[in-house]
């Protein structure tokens, strides 16, 4: 059994015992949060697709709030004298799907 649901502003698919990194969520360390609305849940053959929704419970568990790996933007223009480099590090969210 598995579902594609919408988490952080972005589509998911999801099992139990998944683990996700998300975009950061304002839910604290070890808090369990549920997400009410699926966009497609599928049950061995028997498959639902939302217009736009299922109403559907899927129970997600915050393991642990980190920093993702850095990303290096570098710029230059040749022959110019002109660079400039900067750094960025996403804040990220480690959920685990506890049940569907």
Known sequence: MYAV??????????????RLA??????PEGSEFTVEQALL????ENVRVGKPYVPVAVRLRVEQHL?????????????????????HRQPLTIVSVQSL
């Open 22 to 27: 998300v975009n950061r969520l304002p839910y």
């Open 67 to 87: 920093r993702g790996p850095k990303v290096v933007v570098f710029k230059k223009k040749r022959r110019k004298g002109y660079k400039r480099k900067y750094g």
């Open 41 to 44: 849940v599928a049950e061995g």
């Open 5 to 18: 649901i919408e988490l952080g502003g972005q589509q998911w698919k999801v099992a139990v015992g998944d």
